[in-house]
């Protein structure tokens, strides 16, 4: 019942702000993610790291555990809002 | 990528300036202590996992205590690896003050040398140097003066109001002045309206057709296309026809296309290195990328390898060939009229290119042969190039 709850509450509040032309990252809860080329990208709204080695990365967000799989990662700067990672990235994926 | 490299930069310009710690998080899941310390509100930086239980991050320096303090009961160890920054140059400076007092010092006293003239250059043009130093000296431009006292301009109306001098230019770069006077020199110098013989100009130093002409001061006495012999003059400080007794120092670039021409002869009839179809067989040792092949008994031959091998059981690799060597003897031959021709042009374009200044533009090469009655090929490269010329009078 709580977790059918949470859902209609997270899916409420995207269209609340579509509604009113704001993009759905402004809600502060969906991960927003950026990639530049194969060797840049940051990953704002995270909730924490769960793994980190030099060819995978997984973080958890409010959608789920973002997995970033590829080469040589180092994780550039962190804070608890967003994370940066450079390196040869090859696939994004959510767990 | 191009955002992320300049962000990184200034990001590590501030790392720099509020001192950072590089550290060793050592535990089974060091990921845990950086959540703790990523909701603790502690930034953390070129993160990376050495080995299974090593991860290596920067954090600020201001930051570690709190770090201290999130790594309790997680179950993962702290070690400090590096400080760096601004602060920690700091704290080793506080330990020598001498020599901060003097690092201090010697940059004040450059701050305040900076804004005086130390050095004033006089280039003088028919007019006597020591008269200009000791005016210049009289109106206090001299060593030591301070830089908003010894503008330029002032220099020049100094120096202008000299009975001799015709034109005087001053320039100031940093902590010198130089300064180039040009006097009125020979008879004009009591006439100033023929004063044009004293007047500063720029001279061809070579006979060409000029291409284009720039003038910075002054005027321009000829124009493109024109034909100019070796002295002619190009560009006059002579400004008299604007308002009489007004004289400037000739300043430009000129630019004229020259021809430069070089010949080579080479007879019909030359020498080469021929096989008489003799030969015998030898060996070739090679072993550290040297060979020797000794038993030859020809002066001039030709080697052929046929087959190799390697000897292994030497300390050094050494590998043998079996060759043919070809007796090579002089004989005379038929070049040809092509050949020939080649060659004599191989040895007309490097005298030609031995003539051509440095710096010039090489804009064409024409190349004639003609056959003497002997059968010889002579080769005549004729060059256009674009050259600077011209030079200020008296240089």
């Not at chain 2, 034109?167 to 110098?189: D, E, L, N, Y």
Request: aromatic residues 6%.
């Amino acid at each position: 019942m709580n977790g059918k709850h949470k859902k209609q509450k997270r899916m409420i509040a995207p269209a609340v702000l579509g509604a009113v032309d704001l993009p759905p990252e402004a809600c502060g809860r969906i991960p927003y993610i950026t990639v530049t080329g194969d060797r840049y990208m940051k990953v704002e709204q995270h909730r924490g790291i769960l793994q980190v080695t030099a060819e995978c990365v997984r973080l958890y967000s409010e959608v789920g555990i973002i997995r970033i799989c590829g080469s040589r990662l180092l994780v550039s700067d962190m804070d608890n809002e967003s994370i940066s990672l450079s390196g040869c990235i090859k696939s994004v994926g959510f767990e | 990528m191009i955002f992320a490299e300049q962000g990184e930069n200034s990001d590590y310009m501030w790392n720099f300036i509020s001192g950072y710690v590089k550290i060793s998080i050592l535990g089974q899941y060091p990921e845990r202590l950086v959540n703790r310390a990523l909701n603790a509100g502690i930034p953390i930086k070129d993160a990376e996992r050495k080995s299974g239980a090593c991860f290596v991050c920067r954090i600020p320096m201001r930051r570690f205590k709190s770090l201290r303090v999130c790594a309790r009961g997680s179950g993962c160890r702290v070690h400090i690896l590096k400080k760096g920054g601004l602060p920690l140059l700091m704290i080793k400076a506080r330990r020598e003050p001498a020599l901060c007092l003097c690092a201090l010092l010697m940059a004040a006293v450059m701050a305040a040398a900076s804004s005086r003239i130390w050095f004033f250059e006089i280039e003088s043009r028919d007019y006597p140097r020591a008269s200009a130093e000791s005016t210049l000296a009289s109106f206090g431009f001299g060593p030591g003066v301070k830089a908003s006292e010894a503008r330029p301009a002032d220099i020049e109306a100094a120096l202008r109001r000299l009975p001799g001098v015709l034109t005087a230019k001053a320039v100031r770069r940093g902590v010198c002045v130089k300064v180039s006077v040009t006097g009125k020199g020979g008879s004009a110098q009591d006439d100033p309206g023929q004063a044009s013989e004293g007047a500063s100009g720029i001279y061809a130093d070579r006979d060409c057709v000029i291409d284009s002409i720039s003038v910075t001061s002054g005027r321009a006495v000829v124009s493109p296309g024109e034909a100019v012999a070796a002295g002619q003059l190009l560009i006059s400080g002579d400004m008299t026809a604007l308002k009489p007794g007004y004289y400037v120092p000739a300043e430009g670039e000129v630019y004229g296309r020259l021809l430069y021409r070089a010949s080579a002869s080479v007879g019909r009839y030359g020498t080469e290195l021929k096989r008489t179809g003799s030969y015998a067989r030898a060996y070739e040792f090679r072993a550290l990328g040297r060979s020797l092949l000794p038993g030859v008994p020809y002066a001039e031959y030709e080697t052929e390898r046929e087959c190799s091998a390697v000897i292994n059981a030497c300390p050094l690799p050494l590998t043998v060939w079996a060759c043919r060597c070809y007796e090579l003897r002089q004989s005379q031959v038929d070049l040809g009229d092509r050949a020939a021709g080649d060659r004599a042009a191989v040895l007309a374009q490097e005298k030609l290119f031995d003539s051509i200044t440095k710096g010039a533009r090489i804009l064409s090469v024409h190349t004639e042969f003609s056959v003497s009655q002997d059968g010889g090929v002579t080769a005549t490269l004729t060059a256009t190039t674009l050259e600077r010329i011209g030079t200020g009078k008296g240089q």
